[in-house]
């Protein structure tokens, strides 16, 4: 689907991944694993050749977003890139389960770890708080993971916000449990309400086309200071 010109959404197993096409084609997270395939396919389909895909940014280190990355960065040669906080994740120095206040994300995070041990991707680029890649700013919005990224893509006013925003069903959802932080998490809404975006893109949620500044201003008032 096209969201925006030249902004597709890839439906994927239970999220989507963002396809920015250009002269090269940048992907935004890359699901599950075993995902590989369809993004490969949904590249051709749109008549692009899967080379062309050049970089994959991750907005987290979580295995729903950095699933297929391995297999796509190996059929592509496409760089890697993610937050450098949740570098040590992606690649394997440090798991996901380490120091989750829930028991039970805990022992999901151990076990899917476990059983997609080999999903481990070397990150080629070290992302910063408000640094540019190609045409989008990095906006560090820490709470859901330690280096949860949100994209702005200011000609367009769009922003990719990964897991940091639970927006479903025509409003902002209570706070998901996979959040290690609930008051950072709380502290960056604040942050990216600040941007200003119209198209909200998150990855596991409804996507907002217009107005998003609005409902993230009103998330803010509603909820942030209860
Ligand atoms: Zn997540």
């Not at 975006?197 to 803010?220: A, H, T, W, Y």
Request: with cysteine; proline share 3%.
């Amino acid at each position: 689907m096209e969201i925006a010109k030249d902004i597709h959404s890839i439906k994927l197993f239970r999220n989507r991944a963002f396809l920015i096409t250009g002269k090269e084609l940048t992907l935004i997270d890359a699901g599950f694993p075993l995902q590989s395939r369809k993004i490969i396919t949904f590249i051709r389909n749109i008549g692009r050749k899967p080379e062309a895909l050049s970089l994959i940014i991750l907005t987290h280190h979580h295995i729903d977003h950095r699933g297929s990355v391995r297999a796509i960065k190996k059929l592509t040669g496409a760089k890697v890139a993610a937050h450098v906080n949740d570098i040590p994740f992606i690649e394997g120095q440090k798991h996901a389960h380490d120091g989750h206040r829930l028991w039970w994300v805990r022992l999901l995070l151990f076990i899917l770890e476990l059983i997609f041990k080999h999903e481990k991707v070397h990150v080629d680029i070290k992302l910063k708080d408000r640094e540019n890649i190609g045409d989008l700013t990095v906006i560090h919005s820490p709470g859901h993971t330690e280096g949860s990224i949100s994209l702005f893509l200011m000609n367009k006013k769009i922003l990719f916000c990964g897991d940091t925003v639970p927006y479903t069903l025509g409003k902002l959802k209570s706070l998901i449990p996979y959040t290690k932080n609930h008051n950072q998490e709380r502290e960056s809404i604040r942050k990216l309400s600040k941007m200003d975006c119209d198209i909200l893109l998150p990855n596991d949620c409804r996507m907002v086309l217009k107005d998003g500044k609005s409902l993230l201003q009103e998330f803010c008032k509603d909820t942030i200071n209860t």
